[in-house]
Each structure stands twice: as structure tokens, then as C-alpha cells.
């Protein structure tokens, strides 16, 4: 079946920029997804991007994915203390409707 | 837009009660819902898919019977852990897909079920 896989693990310094990565073994990937979870909450969708996008730009954030190599990353630019918490990537192809295949999540510490 | 609310936020039972979860969509239809478990190391289960109006599908090693799930609107989904046990404590998250445009899942803050 699907998988999708993440480093668990990533520390940064604030100010920095963070770079979380991802990688997807489903080729009929259609939409790819970042979503972030603060402590005791759900998970809140961050930003996505459909399959035939290389690159999408959100305020600090930008999404690069190379179809290729089936990887995903995601950049945070001045990366705050706020951002700590844990990101999932998750992918979904176009079969079962709304159905995503999510990673085991990294978790960003954002050290002042 | 896009909110999605559970209740309760968290809930303590003795072992062998019930307990119902409800997810609802605040501010759209949801056609499927998600019922998903997270363990404590984070990762995310998929437990079942529930569609408005029909029976739902549950993942592989999901007891049917255990969790019962009723998605008897496009706005509301119910997960009930039957005869709750210890090892069923853990923390319940709900998401909804919307029926119109793809802008991923939408999730509940989530449930924390502690059962005693």
C-alpha cells in the first residue's frame, strides 16, 4: 500500500529557516499535504499542493515537490517559536475520495 | 470556514462503559468523515471512514463491533467505544472532506478518552 515517510526529528534556532522533508511511494499522488498539530490539538491544514505543481508560496511558507523522486518539503522562513510542533505530510491519490495516507509526523523545536 | 468541532474535549470512564464522540461540521456538509487514533508516540491510525447515509469503513484490525461509528448527517458523525477497556485510552480525532473543491482534510481539536 501507500507510504509516506518523514524524519521525526528537527531542531532549529529562531530566525532560521526549517526545512521538514518528506518522501511518497504512491506514483497516483494527486494532492500533497502539510498539516501542523500544536500539543493537545488536532491538526490544522497548513498548505497543500496538487501533483502537477513543482512549487507554492505561502507567506513564509513554501512547498517543493519533486514528482520524480516523490519528495516534499516544506520551508519555513524566520522560523518562530510559535511554529513548534509536529507536521504531517500526507498524500492522496484519486482514488477513495478524501482518503490521505499520512507520515508518522516531525517534530520542530524552535529554540530562542 | 472549514471548522470542525468534537465533544467532549476529554472524558474519563470506568472500564466497561460506553462512550459516544461526536464530530461535527460546523460551517459545511462533510460527505465522508474520518475517525483517526493517535498513539502516544503521534502517529495518526485511520480507524474507519464514515459516509452519510451508508455503513462505515473500517480499517484492517478495526474492531466494527468496538467502534461504532454513525454518520447520520452531512454535518454530524458519532464514534461510540462500546465496553471501554483500558487499552482503548487514547486520543480520538475526527476530519471532514468538504463536497465541493479539494483543500484537504479539516480536523477536530481532537478527543482524549482516559478509561479507568
Known amino acids: 500500500g501507500e507510504d509516506v515517510e518523514q524524519s521525526l526529528f528537527l531542531s532549529v534556532r529562531e530566525g532560521d529557516s526549517s526545512v521538514i522533508n518528506c518522501t511518497y511511494t504512491?506514483?497516483?499522488?494527486?494532492?500533497l499535504y502539510w498539516y501542523k498539530q500544536e500539543p493537545g490539538a488536532g491538526l490544522q491544514l497548513l498548505t497543500y499542493i496538487f501533483s502537477n505543481m513543482d512549487m507554492k508560496q505561502d507567506q513564509r511558507l513554501t512547498v517543493l515537490l519533486n514528482k520524480k523522486d516523490k519528495h516534499l518539503s516544506l520551508r519555513i522562513a524566520d522560523t518562530q517559536t510559535g511554529d513548534s510542533a509536529i507536521y504531517f505530510c500526507a498524500e492522496r491519490g484519486d482514488t477513495n475520495a478524501g482518503k490521505s495516507t499520512f507520515g508518522d509526523g516531525t517534530t520542530l523545536t524552535v529554540k530562542p | 470556514g472549514a471548522v470542525v468541532s468534537q465533544h467532549p474535549s476529554r472524558v474519563i470512564c470506568k472500564s466497561g462503559t460506553s462512550v459516544k464522540i461526536e464530530c461535527r461540521s460546523l460551517d459545511f456538509q462533510a460527505t465522508t468523515m474520518f475517525w483517526y487514533r493517535q498513539f502516544p508516540k503521534k502517529s495518526l491510525m485511520l480507524m474507519a471512514t464514515s459516509n452519510e447515509g451508508s455503513k462505515a469503513t473500517y480499517e484492517q484490525g478495526v474492531e466494527k463491533d468496538k467502534f461504532l461509528i454513525n454518520h447520520a448527517s452531512l454535518t454530524l458523525s458519532t464514534l461510540t467505544v462500546t465496553s471501554a477497556h483500558p487499552e482503548d485510552s487514547s486520543f480520538y480525532i475526527c476530519s471532514a472532506t468538504r463536497t465541493s473543491g479539494d483543500k484537504g482534510q479539516f480536523f477536530g481539536p481532537g478527543t482524549r478518552l482516559t478509561v479507568l
Open positions: 504512491d506514483s497516483s499522488s494527486t494532492y
